[in-house]
């Protein structure tokens, strides 16, 4: 009896994890496309998104912008970053408005039956964008971001845990 209680407990172990539900940051940045991030709450993953998922990323030397459109169960949200400095890898780069900083975000949340969300960030609030790899030769880029954006109203919404690993 000893042993099935033993047995029973060491299963119970190593199968629970506090983050069973969400994928981790791929360690191989590699270009796989993939992007995760909460919104407000709302975890939005291209892992389970369905056929509505645009994930798209311009990069040059003097300009990025990455585009994620993710949707599940009839609940949408978009995220755009734009960013006209020249971006480094190892760098964590703050996400404002025009005039403190020279990468912005803009984020949408939307839905047959959910209020349209729209917001950006602003010169006073906002958030931070780390380049975890930028690599030119084989156009790849992975980042890990969060940020607050507001709407016209000045509600203020959290994107959070962000991360994408994408081809460009």
Not at 3 to 22: E, G, H, N, P, W
Not at 79 to 103: C, H
Not at 110 to 127: A, F, K, M
Request: aromatic share 12%; glycine share 6%; charged share 25%.
């Amino acid at each position: 009896m000893k042993k099935i209680i033993v047995l029973v407990t060491f299963f119970a172990f190593v199968s629970c994890s506090s983050d069973d539900d969400q994928k981790q940051f791929p360690l191989t940045m590699n270009g796989s496309n993939s992007v995760e991030y909460t919104f407000n709450g709302k975890r939005m993953s291209s892992f389970d998104s369905d056929d509505a998922k645009e994930i798209s990323s311009v990069i040059s030397v003097s300009e990025q912008m990455i585009l994620m459109k993710l949707g599940k169960n009839d609940e949408y949200s978009r995220v755009s970053i734009f960013s006209s400095a020249k971006l480094e890898e190892g760098k964590t780069y703050s996400i404002k408005g025009n005039l403190n900083s020279n990468i912005k975000a803009h984020s949408e949340f939307y839905g047959p039956n959910i209020p349209y969300v729209s917001c950006s960030t602003n010169n006073e609030i906002g958030g931070t964008i780390t380049i975890s790899k930028l690599d030119f030769p084989n156009r790849i880029i992975a980042a890990r971001f969060s940020f607050d954006c507001a709407d016209d109203k000045g509600n203020i919404y959290a994107v959070r845990d962000g991360w994408f690993d994408l081809k460009f």
